[in-house]
């Protein structure tokens, strides 16, 4: 009778043990995936970033290259219209 007691105790304490013990392993992994997947997080959320400026930039390139597009266009516009209103000098020169 006492061994079986002192067998109950033993499982019991062992199960206490087992209950109330930490399980770190698994704990730290997670921890550890957590941290992981928030460093991702970031590196994905900053690399969204510099795209968003790369595509800023490029607008900005556009918007200047269209704005001297037309900007030649309206000069262009201007020599032709000035020569086509200015008379012809047929006077030969000696």
Known sequence: MKKTIALSAVLTLAAL????????PATNANKAMNT???????QMKEAGNVMNQAVNQ????TNTATNAAKDATN????VVKEATNKPADNTKKP
């Open 17 to 24: 043990g087992m209950a109330c013990g930490e399980p770190a």
């Open 58 to 61: 490029m607008k900005e390139a």
């Open 36 to 42: 992981a997947m928030n460093q991702a997080a970031n």
């Open 75 to 78: 000069a262009a516009k201007e």
